[in-house]
């Protein structure tokens, strides 16, 4: 049976927040969605051995693919948001193939899922390609191409200077100031 | 402006302020930025916004707004009705998006009129919510039908009566096709004011040698191929009569034709 | 209607080094998930927003150009990236509500 060319929409499109978190003892930073509003960031509480501490939240959305011909549904409930690539550290493979693909009109952007990374990566080749996919479809790619890369391509995160697709400070009741780097 | 009358423009459900919808906003505020809603927004306005809340609702109530209004269909989270009936503020909740729910309420607004103030006899200018103007290719039945869908598309966009968009998009589907059929090349011409909506097509053609004729229902100059195609049953000009609410055609052999329908809103 | 038209029609001032295109929409939101979500390509973008990130969100979704309402001075990297992206961010000074009116004036429609 010859396979599907998947044709992808969006579906179960939930607005809600990406909540930062670092843990005081460890230095730990984890992330997770929250449909709910979200505490005063500042606010820290006690889980286990870690102290948690809310650095910020975001404005972000939730949803899942799915082809509209075979019906095919792929989940994206641990997609975190788009990073895109500020080029801070010259030896960083996303910067690198940045470079290359911006002579090719392709542009780079990296898939992150939440903090800490569960044991199995969740973003596969075959899931980032079917993401990448979608964003493709959605636009006239004989102008310009959407090119999704993996979070291991980071040379050093902790380093990182990009920056997410979020809206942060939309609720703020202070004009947007510039955004530090998360770390 | 009035609150219910934003509400009904933009076919909104009301969350919370049932009571309170008599009430006049002075100015609409679009944003979704409340950085901006406290610096800028102005007393008795009303907020047009993507997020969904309680924030939101919190600073359109610092700002000293009357109302907010969730786009998109977007669901308040958090206790951001509670607050709006706390403070007399009245939410509502609509499926338009925000370019969307600005025309609506546009459209409205331009509607309202001040009593005249003047002793001056001048006619008041209607203003002009649309502006706009199309081309028609004669011969290319391929594209026939894309302006008046166009038409139609554009009228919806304010919300108007559909029955009265539909005498309009049938009247320039009709004139439309008039112009396929019988001219080189037209243009048709579309404006939009508070009370009227006009719709001019000029076209270079044939021209029309009796226009009285032409307007008799069954008259027809298609050929045989336009026919098996489906069109000129000679139902045109009678039905773009039919359907508008004033009329003028001006023709001349070897020239063109010019048809100026009115629709009063 | 192209991006030039249309800055010519209402009188907007371009800041970016653009490719022209024609505008097929527009999606007006100052929220990036909104965009991500519900824009589409080829939809002018009319926002407040002028922080770096407009350029790589308008770019993911393929918007032809960006409207920042309301005057809001654009910072200079925001700018950068667009130029080198070839995106064009314009200006107006008109608060976003009332752009929208002259948009819809000049017949441009989301289908």
């Known amino acids: 049976m010859p396979e599907c060319q998947h044709l992808w929409e969006m579906i179960n499109i939930q607005f809600g927040f990406v909540v930062f978190e670092k843990c005081s003892h460890c230095n730990g930073l984890r992330t997770y969605f929250s449909p709910k509003d979200h505490p005063i960031v500042g606010d820290a509480y006690l889980e286990g051995e870690h102290t948690w501490r809310c650095m910020e939240n975001a404005q972000s959305f939730q949803f899942d693919l799915r082809c509209a011909k075979c019906n095919r549904v792929e989940k994206y409930d641990d997609f975190m948001g788009f990073l895109y690539c500020t080029g801070c550290l010259p030896d960083c493979q996303v910067d690198i193939i940045q470079k290359k693909l911006e002579t090719q009109k392709t542009w780079v952007l990296v898939a992150f899922s939440f903090f800490p990374r569960k044991e199995k990566d969740s973003f596969s080749p075959e899931r980032l390609k079917i993401l990448e996919d979608y964003f493709n479809q959605r636009r006239d790619t004989s102008r310009s191409r959407v090119a999704i890369l993996s979070y291991d391509l980071i040379e050093d995160f902790s380093r990182c200077k990009g920056e997410f697709i979020h809206d942060v400070g939309m609720l703020s009741l202070e004009p947007p100031k510039e955004r530090k780097p998360l770390l | 402006m009035k609150i219910e009358k934003i509400k009904e423009a933009l076919d909104a459900s009301i969350l919370e302020g049932e009571d309170l919808l008599e009430a ?31 924030q939101a609702v919190i600073s359109a109530h610092m700002a000293e707004f009357n109302g907010v209004v969730l786009l998109r269909g977007k669901k308040p989270k958090d206790g951001a009705e509670k607050f709006a ?103 048709v011409y579309l404006s939009v004011s508070p009370k009227i909506i006009e ?5 270079e053609g044939k021209g029309i040698p009796d226009v009285e004729l032409a307007m008799q229902k069954g008259f027809t100059t298609a050929t045989e191929e336009m026919r098996a195609m489906g069109f000129g049953s000679g139902m045109g000009l009678p039905n773009i009569k039919k359907n508008s609410d004033e009329l003028k055609v001006e023709s001349e052999v070897g020239k063109g034709t010019r048809l100026e329908m009115r629709f009063f809103i | 209607m192209t991006t ?108």
Not at chain 2, 24 to 53: C, E, N, R, W
Not at chain 3, 100 to 110: A, R, S
């Open chain 2, 85 to 187: 009936r706390e403070n007399s503020l009245v939410l509502l909740s609509t499926e338009l998006d925000m370019y969307d729910a600005c025309i609506r309420i546009d459209s409205i607004k331009r509607k309202r009129h001040s009593p005249a103030k003047t002793e001056t006899v001048k006619p008041v200018r209607e203003e002009i919510l649309l502006s706009h103007e199309f081309s028609i290719e004669g011969n290319d039945f391929a594209d026939a039908g894309m302006v008046s869908t166009e038409v139609k598309s554009l009228l919806k966009k304010i919300g108007l009566d559909p029955v009265l968009i539909r005498r309009v998009a049938i009247s320039t589907y009709e004139g439309e096709m008039n112009v396929v059929m019988h001219a080189r090349r037209g243009k």
């Open chain 3, 4 to 111: 030039t038209e249309l800055i010519k029609n209402i009188g907007l001032k371009a800041l970016s080094e653009f490719d022209d295109r024609k505008i097929t929409g527009v999606f007006v939101s100052d929220m990036l998930s909104d965009v991500m979500a519900g824009a589409k390509s080829g939809d002018l973008w009319v926002t407040v927003q002028t922080h770096k990130s407009i350029v790589p969100a308008a770019n993911l979704v393929d918007v032809s150009a960006v409207i920042i309402t309301s005057g809001k001075e654009v910072p200079q990297d925001t700018v950068e990236l667009a130029n080198k992206h070839n995106i064009a961010i314009l200006k107006s000074d008109l608060p976003t509500f009332e752009l929208v009116g002259k948009l819809y004036g000049l017949g441009l429609v989301t289908k």
């Open chain 2, 199 to 203: 719709v001019v097509i000029d076209d």
């Open chain 2, 24 to 54: 006049s906003v002075d100015q609409v505020y679009a944003s979704d930025l409340m950085s901006d809603v406290l610096a800028f927004g102005k007393p008795h306005s009303i907020l047009l916004t993507g997020l969904a809340t309680r």
